[in-house]
């Protein structure tokens, strides 16, 4: 018999920010809770002139990423083994440093990739974390830029792509959305408005407007009772006036914006769900980041299950081709439910593939043709283990 | 518990004058590539081109690529009716419609040839009868 928690599951809403890593958010939280697998003070990468430097507690929400840290798939390669090139090379993630060195050629700054941020500085993730279930070992999917990586959540594979310049047109695995709709269930992708675009926007071009709301419908169907079974949520990707003429933050927490923004969105989202008491009750919302964006985490990435496809040299900028055997930097993953118990840690491997596995095995669990990547990836959905919902006094509320 | 009050970010923070993102210009490139007329969308291997001669705009700022998405996005609607394939030889491809209706063409050409020819055989199968 499921668990309660699970069957009363209606909706699984996705948050999807933008390049940072889980030391770098959530690496604090070891000092309270010792499970959580982030800072304990030993951390560091040696600098261009070979000095050591350790991580710590000293991120700003804004301007000391400026320009952003390197995450092309060379960049990201070069960050996790350090130059090494050798066959039988081990991920150390000692080349942080030394590669912001190479956008920045300024010694001193580049040592700001390795800060992480102060619990309290980020009270909304950091409370999410500590109060429902942090995941110690999500990964990006790819160790490579954006566009690749959300390809991940939406298809279960990114088709052989390791880079930014990516259409997928009449592919062989259906995103998540179309096996949705074809299971006559409900999914969409809430873009923040009409000046910030969906990645998906264009690949997903034939199923206009059916797949696409906006923030602002995000809180009205909500409100209304009306969210679709699956939801995937775009944070605002550029700091714009609206049409009223109001100055609007970008909310995605990409370097240089600023991250506070982003604790505002995620906050936002979380009451909107909480405030319909029914909606709560039967939702589980994940949030996560696409990749690293450059900044450090001490964690190697696992290996995993190929999905076929390969990435040639031009491509990946090594010299060498990639097989999509192995996962991307670590990234903060929180899921929050009221069925999931308060202090959860999990230690099993996560990657962006869980979630079209996740969403397809709880809503259209017919829907076969899948990447075996997807297939081989683990789930979430099973973390929703308390017999009752906790009570309204007992999980956080957010004022903004 | 208590209410977490989640501060905001100070006024200083805005700045659409900010150099856009590669995240930006690819989203940007993305749009401008979709809204296109179908002979006109380019895609090898995945990658988006410019066909030659036309060449998409750079953005150079945050509000460049807001006010790009802003005009582009709208058009998505229509451009959602145009066909959606991929050109492996490098060479834009023309509305399958086209293709569609030739191919069908041809159908019919050749059901009309299959069935004159029946119609012919059962008359000099008639005539045969009747001679008899």
Redesign the interface.
């Known amino acids: 018999m499921p668990p309660p928690g699970l069957d009363a599951l209606r909706h699984v809403v996705v948050v999807m920010m ?1 390049n940072r890593s889980f030391d770098h958010m959530l690496g604090s939280l070891m000092a309270i809770n010792p499970a959580i697998d982030g800072i304990d003070g030993t951390q560091s990468n040696p600098d261009s002139q070979g000095n050591l430097v350790k991580a710590e507690p000293k991120a700003k ?2 301007s000391q990423l400026d320009p ?1 840290p390197g995450h092309d798939f060379d960049e990201v390669d070069f960050q996790i083994f350090a130059g090494d090139t050798t066959v039988n090379r081990v991920p150390t993630m000692q080349g942080f440093v030394r590669q912001y060195f190479e956008k920045r050629r300024d010694v001193k700054a580049s040592r700001q990739v390795m800060h992480y941020f102060a619990k309290d500085k980020l ?2 993730i950091t ?1 999410l974390a500590t109060e429902f279930c942090v995941f110690n070992r999500w990964f990006s999917s790819i160790p490579g ?3 690749c990586n959300r390809a991940f959540a939406h298809y279960g594979t990114s ?3 390791v880079g ?7 592919v062989q695995f259906k995103s998540v959305y179309e096996r949705l709709q074809a299971a006559g269930k409900t999914a969409k992708i809430y873009l923040f408005d ?4 969906s ?1 998906e ?2 690949n997903l ?5 059916q797949f696409f709301g906006t923030y602002r419908q995000f809180l009205d169907d909500c409100a209304t009772g009306n969210l679709p079974d699956y939801s995937f949520i775009e944070p605002n ?5 609206s049409d009223a003429g109001e ?1 609007i ?2 909310s995605d927490q ?1 370097p ?1 914006h ?1 991250v ?2 982003g ?2 969105f995620v ?1 936002s989202i979380y009451n909107a769900i909480k405030a319909n008491q029914a909606l709560w009750r039967s939702t589980a919302m994940l949030l996560t980041y696409d990749e690293h964006g450059g900044i450090y985490d001490h964690v190697a990435p696992p290996g995993c299950t190929p999905d076929g496809f390969v990435a040639q040299p031009a491509d990946t900028g090594t010299g060498k081709p990639f097989l999509f055997d192995r996962l991307g930097v670590r990234v903060p993953a929180v899921l929050v439910s009221p069925w999931v118990p308060r202090n959860t840690v999990d230690n099993r491997d996560f990657e962006h593939a869980s979630i079209p596995n996740t969403v397809t095995e709880l809503f259209a669990p017919l829907h076969s043709e899948r990447s075996v990547r997807e297939i081989a990836s683990n789930t979430f959905h099973d973390l929703l283990t308390l017999a009752a919902p906790r009570p309204d ?8 | ?1 208590a ?7 100070p ?1 200083s ?4 004058n ?1 150099p856009a ?4 210009k ?6 401008e ?2 809204v296109r007329n179908a002979g006109e969308r380019l ?1 090898v291997d ?3 081109k410019a066909r030659a001669g036309q060449r998409i705009k750079p953005v150079r700022t ?2 460049d ?2 006010k790009r ?2 005009a ?3 058009k ?2 229509s ?2 009716e145009l066909p ?3 050109s492996s030889i490098g060479v834009a491809r023309s509305r399958p419609k086209a293709k569609k209706s030739s191919t069908s063409r041809n159908a019919k050409r050749t059901t009309k040839r299959k069935s004159t020819l029946k119609a012919k055989r059962t008359k000099a199968r008639r005539a045969k009868r009747a001679k008899r």
């Open positions: 933008e929400y804004q952003d009270p909304v409370t830029p954006t566009l088709f052989g792509h930014m310049q990516i259409l997928y047109p009449n009409l000046q910030s675009a990645m926007i264009v071009l034939q199923h206009q407007p990707y550029t700091d714009h006036f100055a933050l970008a990409h240089d600023h506070l923004e604790e505002r906050a006094h007992d999980t956080p509320s957010f004022t903004l | 518990m209410d977490i009050k989640v501060p905001k970010p006024k923070a805005f700045n659409p900010r993102s590669d995240l930006l690819y989203q940007v490139e993305h749009l590539w979709a895609v995945g990658v988006v945050e509000a690529a807001t998405m802003s582009l996005i709208p998505l609607a451009a959602a959606f394939e991929e």
